[in-house]
């Protein structure tokens, strides 16, 4: 009852200030008041990390190791507990904090660390930064101390050596990784360098410019509709963009810009889905054949690019629109546009960087701007097709990830928005898809490490929200 009790407190008191009123506790003469503050602050210590023990882990440690000496059997045992947890996020560092400790109590600590699973090495302290786990099976570590984790998190290692040190829950040092992902990397028309994407959100949207008069009209030189033209006679025009005829297609792009900015985002809604779909198809239709056949003219293919993103770039500004793109279009929109990039065809137009610059662009307003769920949800569903099929390239998942690191990194200010079942059921059928020990064979596990520091990520920012799910 007084856990559930302190459980409910936390969501209205911050834990870094409960942790001082539950270490009182351990001033008390009677054992089992000791032992249950030690459980419960080893509870706050895995949730909210090492920084919950206040006022500083240098001076609220030496505490808790002074409770390693006592006379009672379970009050030792909490107290080992509560510094493994503080072992498994900060490594070797956790030494410097307990300050002096006899040898048996210091033999005992390091036992404990053992069977928890955690090798002790004479290595220098872990760095502030976060280093990348280097196999599934030492980023799975952490999590099998009790038996209580979710499922999710129990998976088990099968390699006897483990790393020297942990940093934190399947954490990911993203600049590092971006930097070190390949010499081949620095070869494709990638996203956007972080360091830019600042200074191109401030950009204006770059409204290409119109296509010519030789292909924005029809042969007769007559509308597919007017603006009063009936619900059919739209989807009909809409059905026109994906089209063989690249200059029937323009065509149909361009009225519906017109049309659409004219009749408002009310009525593009009906027509979201469809006109998504058939821009998508496409710009398919332009990888596989437009650019690689000679019966197209350059100028063409450019215009319906430049027709397209004029229409994206409307669409991704109202939120209305933006938010209602659903899961499984936006993956594909993603999937595309991840392709486009990667075109080696592409780049070979005279306007080809510029339409990668629009790509470049598009993909931070898709990351940004639709549903939060759509889109975590679509990208971990993209980077769990693009590991199960083989044909995927290094480049193209390498792209994949970088989109989703980003996600992540908004995580913090946009959790509110997050369904967390759904986020978790994501994660799930990727990790049930890929478990960790196929990994093994695999010469890069990174978009493992990804998705675990998505639930890493999610279990920070919700804490026992996460753990309840999986109970």
Not at 209 to 220: A, F, K, V
Not at 267 to 291: D, E, G, P, Y
Not at 302 to 323: C, D, G, H, T, W
Request: glycine letters at 2%.
């Amino acid at each position: 009852m007084i856990r559930g009790l302190l459980k409910w407190i936390i969501k209205v008191y911050p834990a870094s200030k409960l942790f001082n009123y539950i270490a009182d506790g351990l001033k008390s003469k009677n054992a089992k008041t000791r032992t249950e503050c030690l459980g419960e602050i080893a509870y706050l210590i895995s949730i909210y990390g090492e920084n919950v023990c206040q006022p500083s882990p240098a001076k609220a440690l030496p505490a808790l190791a002074a409770q390693i000496a006592d006379r009672d059997n379970a009050v030792r045992s909490a107290a080992l507990n509560a510094i493994v947890e503080v072992y498994n996020l900060i490594g070797e560092t956790v030494y410097k904090y307990l300050g002096r400790i006899s040898e048996k109590d210091q033999s005992l600590l390091e036992e404990r660390i053992r069977r928890a699973g955690k090798t002790k090495v004479a290595a220098e302290p872990v760095k502030p930064t976060n280093q990348p786990v280097k196999k599934s099976s030492d980023s799975s570590a952490p999590a099998e101390k009790k038996s209580s984790k979710p499922a999710i998190l129990q998976t088990k290692s099968n390699s006897a050596s483990t790393a020297p040190s942990v940093q934190q829950y399947f954490s990911l040092d993203f600049d590092k990784i971006e930097k070190t992902s390949g010499s081949s990397s620095n070869e494709i028309p990638s996203l956007v360098a972080n360091d830019d994407v600042d200074d191109l959100l401030k950009e204006p949207v770059p409204t290409l410019p119109r296509t010519t008069g030789s292909t924005s009209s029809s042969s007769h030189g007559r509308k597919m509709f007017s603006p009063s033209s009936s619900s059919a006679a739209v989807d009909y025009c809409v059905s026109q963009i994906a089209s063989n005829e690249i200059k029937l297609a323009i065509t149909a792009l361009k009225e519906l810009e017109d049309h659409f900015r004219i009749k408002g985002p009310a009525v593009w809604l009906k027509h979201l889905n469809q006109f998504l779909i058939a821009c998508v198809l496409q710009l398919r239709m332009i990888l596989s054949t437009h650019l690689v056949s000679d019966a197209y003219q350059e100028e063409d293919v450019i215009n319906v690019y430049k027709s397209i993103f004029n229409n994206f770039f409307a669409l991704l500004l109202e939120p209305m629109l933006a938010r209602a793109i659903p899961k499984e279009i936006l993956k594909d929109v993603i999937h595309v546009m991840i392709s486009t990039l990667l075109d080696e065809n592409l780049i070979k137009l005279y306007e080809g960087p510029q339409v990668i610059r629009c790509v470049n662009k598009l993909m931070l307003y898709i990351t940004e701007k639709p549903d939060r769920n759509h889109v975590l949800g679509s990208l971990i569903k993209l980077l769990q097709d693009s590991v199960t099929h083989y044909s995927s390239t290094p480049k193209f998942v390498d792209l994949i990830m970088k989109c989703t690191w980003r996600v992540t990194r908004m995580l913090p200010a946009s959790i509110q928005e997050l369904n967390l079942n759904q986020a978790l059921l994501d994660i799930h059928l990727f990790i049930d898809a890929h478990p960790t020990s196929t990994w093994k064979n695999r010469p890069d596990d990174t978009p493992l490490r990804t998705v675990k520091t998505i639930l890493h990520s999610l279990i920070k920012l919700k804490g026992e929200q996460v753990k309840i799910k999986f109970r």
